[in-house]
């Protein structure tokens, strides 16, 4: 089989694959971090930490929230944002951008996120808990891309192109899932505000006003506005990313004549410095020009989102004070066998149950290099919920004792899921036929 070109391979996919496996790293360690943490003779300083209130005031208004909510209302509404953008650039450009090549991530998210759905309703039917189905739901990006790295070359590209659609699609059904079962009473003079914000966004898009400084001010206001009107905040965030422009200002043509024009001019000015730094000013200049603002703030706000935004989110949810009482409990309660169960067997029944029925029926084909044991194995992965199921978690219970009992399902679940996929994909290597693959290395952007 031939090897994969390199220049064939996405970049922005490449770069995408490379943060989000570090980043899957990264959540590991302050998850460890959070459990020890929360049960070491510290445990108190964890606690309050999270508690700690802080104000923000302008005028005569402001929010004062403790530092956890700060963390899940807001820091997690970039984090949304992100996932917004995603969706978006996948809709216009990548593996969701028609249906033929939208049919099996979205059939096999739609499936991973049924089944584990009605599995925990099984368990859970006629209980106060059940209002919890939400929470098998979710997929985690960060570690699934993380197992596939430690895998190296014993997994095709095409596995982890798939893969990423799968979860991105299966952020989009968690976000819906938040917007519409998990939002509590509705302020509309505030939801109102929030949309007259979102459609100045859109406006401002048409018209081709590109200023990030006033999507930034836009967004922040429409963040406010859904904080106050009782829909979950972070909605916002995935809303205003659908208002980013996704057309550059100047057209791949005009940049490659400027291009040539400006590298020209550092050329001939080799022994001037200032006309040689002003040249290279107006490349990088046009070179911005040539990129969409959905590139340049996605490129810009990954890192930080994956490096910083969810190990912080980690370290505040994480810490589960897992008490002789609690442990007791899990064996027989269904809260944690809904999740567990709903995560580990379930998100692998129904991704690979879908997948069966897309290529049966011709819908779609499993993509090239890739075998029923690499799906088995994806769908596997899949059950590592951890970011988005923790926080359907904190919104689908209000009682603590049964909110630290879902957080332990969802790492308990997450682990076995992860062992169960490394295991499956590890071993597929020595029964499928070999894939050659392009080097995932790229070279590092200055931003």
Not at 202 to 218: D, E, M, S
Request: proline fraction near 4%; glycine fraction near 10%; aromatic fraction near 10%.
């Amino acid at each position: 089989m031939k090897s994969l070109n390199k220049a064939l391979i996405p970049r922005p996919f490449q770069e995408f694959f490379n943060r989000e496996a570090g980043s899957g790293l990264l959540l590991i360690l302050c998850t460890i971090i959070a459990l020890v943490w929360a049960n070491s003779g510290f445990s108190g300083s964890y606690t309050d930490l999270w508690k700690t209130y802080f104000t923000v005031e302008i005028g005569g208004g402001g929010i004062s929230k403790p530092l956890i909510l700060w963390v899940n209302d807001g820091l997690m509404a970039i984090f949304f944002f992100v996932v917004g953008l995603e969706i978006k650039r996948e809709l216009i450009s990548g593996e969701l951008s028609s249906p033929k090549k939208a049919a099996l991530p979205l059939m096999a998210a739609l499936g991973g996120a049924v089944i584990p759905a009605l599995i925990y309703v099984g368990l859970n039917l006629g209980t106060a808990e059940v209002g919890g189905w939400g929470v098998p739901m979710a997929t985690d990006i960060a570690f699934a891309l993380g197992v596939l790295a430690l895998l190296g070359s014993k997994t095709p590209l095409s596995l982890k192109i798939f893969v990423t659609a799968l979860a991105i699609v299966d952020d989009l059904m968690a976000v819906l899932v938040i917007a519409l079962f998990y939002t509590a009473k509705i302020s509309f003079v505030s939801l109102a505000i929030g949309f007259v914000f979102l459609g100045v966004a859109v406006l401002l898009n048409r018209l081709g006003i590109h200023k990030t400084v006033l999507f930034v001010l836009l967004g922040i206001a429409t963040w406010v506005a859904f904080l106050k009107s009782g829909v979950h905040a972070t909605i916002a965030g995935v809303l205003f990313a659908a208002t980013i422009p996704a057309q550059a200002n100047m057209g791949t043509g005009e940049f490659l004549k400027k291009g040539e024009k400006f590298i020209e001019k550092v050329r001939d000015q080799m022994g001037n410095e200032g006309d040689q730094r002003t040249a290279i000013h107006y490349l990088e200049v046009a070179s911005r020009q040539a990129q969409t603002p959905l590139e340049r703030m996605e490129h810009g706000l990954h890192s930080w989102v994956a490096f910083g935004v969810m190990p912080i989110f980690a370290l505040a949810n994480a810490g589960v004070a897992i008490a002789g009482d609690v442990l007791s409990e899990l064996m027989s309660n269904a809260v944690f066998w809904g999740i567990f169960l709903g995560l580990f067997a379930g998100k692998p029944l129904g991704i690979v149950a879908m997948v069966w029925i897309v290529v049966k029926t011709k819908i779609a084909e499993l993509p090239k290099g890739v075998s029923w044991r690499h799906i088995i194995g994806a769908g596997a992965l899949a059950g590592i919920g951890f970011t988005m199921a923790l926080f359907i978690a904190n919104l689908a219970f209000s009682d603590p004792k049964t909110l630290e009992i879902a957080k332990l399902g969802i790492l308990t679940a997450s682990l076995a899921s992860g062992i169960l996929g490394w295991i499956l994909l590890s071993s597929s290597a020595d029964s499928s036929e070999p894939v050659e693959q392009a080097d995932l290395e790229v070279l590092p952007i200055e931003d």
